[in-house]
Nanobody, 119 residues
């Protein structure tokens, strides 16, 4: 299992920036990918950005050029730098770890952190 603790959410005006952090513990050496998802009220959870164990990253189209995912392996922490925030970025953001356990890929989730960008 992987335990995830998120921080860094809050309220920010449109055009502003926030940085989310996700600290991982537990079976960290089995992690294959870390990612950020978000879920807005009445909508399905969606992938925002992911970063593999070798550092390759991918982004949802609406955040490309505005958000950056990165990782600090020494701190077992993944970050999501969010710039030029828009009201449509308002959501609960969840950290996700995809890891290998008994030859099966599994997912663990953080508790979520609220990001609010007023219109």
């Amino acid at each position: 299992q992987v335990q995830l603790v998120e921080s860094g959410g809050g309220l920010v005006q449109a055009g502003g920036s926030l940085r989310l952090s996700c600290a991982a513990s537990g079976s960290i050496f089995s992690i294959r990918r870390m990612a950020w998802y978000r879920q807005a009220p009445g909508k399905q959870r969606e992938l925002v950005a992911g970063i593999s164990s070798v550092g390759s990253s991918n982004y949802e189209d609406s955040v490309k050029g505005r958000f950056t995912i990165s990782r600090d392996n020494a701190k077992n922490t993944v970050y999501l730098q969010m710039n030029s925030l828009k009201p449509e970025d308002t959501a609960v953001y969840y950290c996700n770890a995809r890891y290998l356990s008994a030859s099966v890929l599994r997912d663990d989730w953080g508790q979520g952190t609220q990001v609010t960008v007023p219109s």
